[in-house]
């Protein structure tokens, strides 16, 4: 059980308490870009990376709720898979990194456009598939703003 802790508070950050899931979120940020920006980029090493990490969210959500109960704010791998989604096929520099935090929060946070929805979903599926959907969702704004070269 101990490794299930370990993931799903990822490594711990789920102890802090309130503002867990926004520490975690800035953990991911600050890891993407220093090992993505330093040219440790595999093609494709981001997207297993992230359906890994969503994966064992599952799994670990799954067998916590069993301790601490449904979604448990000490629960935030699920922070660090849709901080991830948002990432994904982004250039790596700190304005999008910073821009994709923003924008994953506040899709989290506000759970806008069906997301809300999805955290009444069983277990560690719903855990995980709202932060999913927030992800997708900063993701398609990210593109756009990187598309049209925003800032």
């Known amino acids: 059980m101990i ?6 508070t990822t490594l711990g950050i789920g102890y802090i308490g309130k503002g867990a899931g926004t520490y975690a979120s800035i953990f991911t940020c600050v890891l993407w870009y220093f090992l993505l920006v330093n040219g440790y980029e595999l093609k494709f ?16 959500a799954n067998k916590v709720e069993i301790l601490w109960g449904k979604d448990h704010n000490r629960v935030v791998i699920d922070e660090v898979a849709g901080m991830c989604i948002s990432l994904l096929f982004i250039p790596v520099s700190i304005k999008y990194v910073i821009t994709g935090l923003v924008l994953f929060r506040f899709f989290d946070i506000v759970k806008p456009l069906g997301i809300r929805k999805l955290e009444q979903w069983p277990g560690g599926w719903g855990v ?6 927030a992800g997708i969702y900063a993701n398609i704004v990210l593109q756009l703003v990187v598309f049209f070269t925003i800032f």
């Open 128 to 133: 995980m598939a709202d932060d999913v959907l």
């Open 3 to 8: 490794i299930h802790k370990i993931i799903s």
């Open 45 to 60: 090493a981001p997207l297993a990376i992230t359906l890994l990490l969503t994966v064992m969210g599952i799994i670990s």
